[in-house]
């Protein structure tokens, strides 16, 4: 391979477009000879839109300067305006490709038992258990009843033969103890207090005591008992130690709209490579592609800082731990993926297709010979496999090279970064912290409200006094009026009256 540097031979070694062009040659019987451009990229639009020029390989198609550009050159209405182009050569979906979704906070798993809309209606069940528990109890307290009733109820039936909870209800009383029927009928001393922490203590799984030995309760208390036993407690028990087991990650970044939300919100970084067709494709996009290139260059702490030289740098800034986010080819994201491990990362939907194809002179007369050969080599697989097997051929002389002591980093990335573990953990403290966090922010509760409690009872007694202090003012000022009034009238209206 030769360059246009002087002094400076580069040789082809191998390579998927190498290997492509050889049979092409071989077919259609032309030699041919490597030239690397200048800038050693694809080239990219400099010029305005009604005459576009371009730089790099494209520059060089343009230029005349050289027959065809291999190696994957993508489509785009800018580059038809410097170039022809050949059957597509390659076919793929634009993704882009972020860090495997991490392990969520630990100290939160206590409540990730159940889904963030399930707990309003939980804490509401709680809360409206107690005054639904009061209501039952006190509701035939409330009954007016006249003396007939009662009369015409013994007189129908015998009181021996009312069931106990037939009795209370209809609080029907015998005639022997009138003192003990006057006892029954009054209601217990702070029965919605007692009723409202009961049923919060049952639901807590506590030690608790019934407020009323009625019938009627002990009925309602056990239906509280299955529902806080069964319904909520054995779930959630089960959906935690599920969680403990195995612990709960974020939600995986995969579609445009995620994508645009972690840009956003959460202060992820989009790069694209440099040159390529995905950043004319950004650049002349609208709606949500639009909206990302503008998050893209709003982020950019350094000019052009978000272009990349090639997808595996990109690749190399994510398995580092950064919130960064590549943008390419999805058949170019997955070979480079594999050499940090698949399990570290996660792939997007297809975005989009694109395709790649050989870039030739305008009016080039082999064109169509060109195709020709091209579109035997698609449609017999032979593309495909070569493809395959020189990502592959490519990955592993790259592992080869980087040493013991990148291995070692990759090995270690592995095991920081990995979404599966391969190896049981016991469950640490850290995982229990949760229940020491409520503990303390319901301590924090219990005393602010202690505190807010004796302000407001102090101040209640500071307004009682001083509404007694202004009542007793008022009383002496009225007692004063009222003299006045008194000897007013003794000097002045009583001698008129006796003239």
Known sequence: MTTNVPGRKLKVIGGRDHHLLELIANKMNFKFQYVDPRERTQGSSVGSERKSLFTGGLGMIQNREAHFLFGDVGLSWERRKAAEFSFFTLVDSGAFATHAPRRLNEALAVVRPFQANVWPYLILTVLLSGPMFYFVIAMPYFWETEEKAFEEVRRKCSIELYPEYINEITLVKPFKHPRKDQLKKKMPKNLFSKCTWFTVQLFLKQSCSEPYNGMRARFLIIVYWVAATYVLSDVYSAQLTSFFARPARESPIDTLSKL??????????????????????????????RRLYKLMKQRDTKYEGFLINSIEEGIQRISNGAENVILGGRETLYFNIKRYGINNFQLSQQLY????????????????????????????????????????????????????????????????????????????????????????????????????????????????????NAIRSLYVALRKLAAWLLQWIQQTALPSLHL
């Open 260 to 289: 645009e939300y972690a840009m956003e919100y959460r202060g992820y970084q989009l790069f694209i490579e440099k040159d390529s067709s995905v950043l004319e494709m950004l650049e002349n996009s609208t709606e949500i592609f």
């Open 353 to 468: 297709t694109r395709y790649s194809a050989v870039a030739m002179q305008i009016g080039c007369p082999f064109l169509e010979s060109f195709n020709k050969v091209i579109i035997h080599l698609f449609e017999g697989g032979i593309m495909d496999k070569i493809t395959n097997s020189e990502y592959e051929k490519m990955l592993a002389v790259k592992d080869l090279n980087r040493g013991s002591e990148g291995q070692f980093k990759k090995n270690e990335n592995k095991q920081k970064y990995s979404v599966f573990d391969s190896n049981p953990q016991p469950i640490n403290l850290r995982m229990l912290q949760g229940a020491f966090i409520i503990l303390l922010f319901g301590n924090t509760l219990a005393a602010t409200i202690l505190l807010i409690e004796i302000s407001i009872y102090e101040n209640n007694i500071a307004l009682y006094v001083s509404i007694l």
